[in-house]
């Protein structure tokens, strides 16, 4: 089992550019959720994708957007960089949205730098 | 409202008892999650406690909880240096599958 993955492991992007970052959950996992971990802070929840539609969302602006895919992997969309979205972005899986607890698995990570 | 705070910084010796400590703020919270993140790495969920619990033993870590007084502990016994890590406290509410974090406790064990 593979376990959570997630593309590119570090990209550097230029203010005003769009990004697109990839995780693909774990084996038989369904819903897939995506943080923002800035430096030196705890994960912030952007939202969350199951059956791909978007089921929950934090307090990000519209420049976030996602998709998920039939195969249950999602894609994370960040358009118009601005600095301050430098942050290491975390892809979470899980199964069955909405059944209470459920064990959240991540994966490693990419690192956005933006300049 | 959503909010779980943690002590920012701990330092242990090799072999001690580690406690990081941990408050969170919304009484609906139904799991309660540990997290380690090593330098450059996601997380490992550690461990978690259903919010009518009062205790939870996994081998080396115990997990207390006092719903009362919302306060939550991971007690990481025999304490070594592979556990110096950032250790992050979180909850999970009823419905749906939003984690809501602290902003992390630095473990660090002297050898």
């Known amino acids: 089992d593979a376990g959570v993955t997630q593309s590119p492991t570090h990209l550097i992007k230029t203010r005003g550019q769009q990004v697109t970052l990839r995780c693909s959950p774990k084996?038989?996992?369904?819903?897939v959720s995506w943080y923002q971990q800035a430096l030196g802070q705890g994960p912030q929840f952007i939202f969350q994708?199951?059956?791909?539609?978007?089921?929950q969302r934090g307090n990000f602006p519209d420049r976030f957007s996602g998709h998920q895919f039939p195969n249950y992997s999602s894609e994370l969309n960040v358009n118009a960089l601005l600095l301050g979205d430098s942050a290491l972005y975390l892809c979470a899986s899980s199964l069955s949205y909405g059944a209470g607890n459920t064990e959240a698995f991540f994966g490693q990570g990419t690192r956005l730098t933006v300049v | 409202g959503e909010d779980v705070e943690q002590s920012l910084f701990l330092s242990v010796r090799e072999g001690d008892s580690s406690v990081i400590n941990c408050t969170y703020t919304d009484s609906s919270s139904t799991y309660l999650y540990w997290y380690k993140q090593e330098p450059g790495a996601g997380l490992q969920l550690l461990t978690y406690?259903?919010?009518?619990?009062d205790m939870k033993q996994d081998q080396r870590l115990t997990v207390l909880l006092n719903k009362k007084d919302k306060h939550l502990s991971l007690r990481i016994a025999d304490t070594q240096t592979g556990d110096s890590a950032i250790y992050f406290c979180a909850e999970i509410f009823e419905y749906g599958n939003k984690l809501v974090f602290g902003a992390g406790t630095i473990l660090r064990v002297k050898s």
């Open positions: 084996s038989g996992h369904d819903t």
């Open positions: 406690i259903f919010s009518n619990m």
């Open positions: 994708y199951y059956e791909e539609e978007e089921r």
